[in-house]
DNA sequence: GGGGCTTATAGTAATAGTTCCTATTATTAT
DNA sequence: ATAATAATAGGAACTATTACTATAAGCCCC
């Protein structure tokens, strides 16, 4: 197994990207490093920061997340989706890309002109199903 | 002049949206600082945070920014369009939202069923004019 | 399958953007 | 004008992230 690009396959990249693949709740940084922690006892906060910076920027991993919050969360699934933002939990969840979305995603977009796009990105912000069922609504 | 729903209007409140209205720039809360002192020397850095979060939260400018950079921008425009983020040199344009995309924001999408959706944010992650003309590319 | 070059790691210190705290001041309703 | 209340200045505190450096581990070539 070669990572790409001259990244060399170290235990602690390979369980960190183990641990990230097997869940779909888009972790933070510490809370990939609290799972991995488990299998490697001593392994280092920076190394998961390194890492998941390293591994975003080689295509292999993507980083999410909105300006609101304060943490960074990251996709073990590189490939252009869109993604629902909970304002109250801070949860994200993947959405899946309608034939039109996907157009977008690929980059056809008029006023665009000179800006070279490398990423499109579609969040939605709003409440999760669990929190829209707990939070006080108003009723007007 | 009433800013709505009991804020009270402040010189430091009034003066700072006045700044901000006046660039289409997307500047980040300290660069807003910066301005605002010109015209009010003792202004403290926590109230421009302040301000700035309060006045996003009641929907009179909006929070702009990307997981990537860690400050935030600001855009005096509180209407919904998109954003082209400079993965280089940080800026932020404003992109028209094409009919398509103004249906997006709408919240026109299917796989969404029980989120609720508050807001939708298209943005797009690339070069900008300027760096695009000055940075290093590969030729292949 | 060992030597040596080179990259990665652990552990910790440092950074920076943002938020919190509190005594004082300003705004607004009456 | 006065009283009630919200906002401010200034600085301390917080926290996610990044930087640093001596040590350890991959990887390539023989």
């Known amino acids: ?15 960190l990207l183990e641990q990230l693949k097997l869940s779909d709740a888009h972790p933070t940084a510490s809370e990939i490093f ?3 922690r488990k299998e490697l006892p001593r392994i280092s906060l920076a190394t998961v920061y390194r890492n998941l910076e390293l591994l975003a920027e080689k295509g292999l991993i993507q980083l999410v997340g909105t300006a609101e919050s304060r943490q960074k969360r990251f996709d073990w699934n590189p490939r252009p989706h869109c993604h629902a933002h909970c304002v109250r939990c801070g949860g994200v969840a993947d959405i899946e890309p309608s034939p039109e979305i996907n157009a977008l995603l690929r980059g056809s977009v008029d006023s665009l002109r000179d800006f070279e796009v490398l990423a499109a990105r579609i969040d939605f912000l709003g409440y999760c199903p669990q929190c829209r069922a707990t939070v006080p609504r108003c009723s007007e």
């Not at 197994?1 to 369980?15: A, D, G, Y």
Request: hydrophobic share 40%; net charge positive.
């Open 34 to 36: 609290d799972a991995v």
């Open 1 to 15: 197994m070669k990572l790409e690009n001259s990244l060399r396959v170290t235990r602690q990249r390979r369980i």
